[in-house]
């Protein structure tokens, strides 16, 4: 009597049969399915075809709704570890001097991940633990990236268009003030209790103007940005509900 093999291991025993294709398989080869135990072929086709799930926000629906946040806290304060620890040029090369911009477009971006002081980094951190999971979360991991980094990247260009030539801004407050915009826009969409986030936008812009060192403009560039990328948010949910109707 011959003995039946796996048809992906031919030197191995079979101890099954795929449920959907019928072609026996062996115990490395098994993956448990909704029913009895699939092929890994037979078992990545059948998950391509599961519809995904999506967000209220129209993004695709994660395990882990923190997953990126984390990895921005993780990089904020390896940034910060290097520039406390390593020599001036790694400062140097990462603060936004809007002089430089021309010739080095990427301190646009760099220096939103660059702190000095321990206060400023905690305050940003800090922010960015609370507002980041839940907008993580209804947007998506791949949208909410795209609002973080635009938000950095509309507080640079704030800064570089507004501010004096020769000064230099850091710090994540922009890319966090972007998020703070985007749960307004969202909560007043959804007619959630908003009032907390305009006492903090309260707080932020008269300490942005009353306080010298502190740069209104990145302030002011990340919060309209991350408030925009959020009502284009909105709009794309709209038209993709509008379009399942129809």
């Known amino acids: 009597m011959t003995e039946t093999v796996c048809y992906r291991h031919p030197d191995r025993p079979a101890g099954v049969r795929c449920q959907r294709c019928d072609r026996p398989i062996c115990p490395e080869c098994m993956k448990s399915a909704s029913v009895g135990f699939q092929c890994p072929n037979c078992f990545n086709e059948g998950v391509k075809s ?9 993004g695709v629906a994660r395990g882990n709704p923190q997953v990126v946040t984390i990895t921005l806290l993780a990089m904020n304060i390896l940034v910060f570890i290097a520039v406390r620890t390593g020599s001036d040029r790694i400062l140097n090369d990462l603060v ?3 002089a430089l911009v021309d010739s080095e477009p990427w301190r646009l971006l760099t220096s939103a991940f660059t702190h000095v ?22 947007l998506g991991r791949l949208r909410f990236v795209i609002l973080y ?5 509309g507080g640079g260009v704030a800064v570089w268009l ?3 030539p020769g ?9 966090v003030l972007g998020l703070v915009g985007a749960l307004l826009v969202i909560g007043r969409a959804h007619g959630m209790d908003v009032t907390w986030i305009l ?3 309260a707080v932020t812009a008269v300490i942005s103007f009353l306080f010298s060192g502190i740069s209104w ?8 940005t991350g408030a925009a990328v959020a009502w284009i948010f909105l709009q794309d949910v709209k038209r993709r509900r509008n379009k399942a109707r129809s």
């Open 149 to 153: 980094l635009l938000s950095a990247l």
């Open 217 to 224: 403009q990145g302030h002011l560039g990340g919060f309209v």
């Open 117 to 138: 002081q321990i206060f400023h980094i905690f305050a940003n951190l800090f922010m960015l633990y609370q507002v980041g999971p839940p907008l993580e979360q209804m």
């Open 199 to 201: 006492g903090y936008v």
């Open 96 to 98: 936004l001097v809007p």
């Open 167 to 175: 000064s230099a801004t850091l710090g994540a407050s922009g890319a």
């Open 162 to 164: 507004l501010s004096a």
């Open 50 to 58: 599961t519809p995904r799930t999506r967000t209220s926000l129209g």
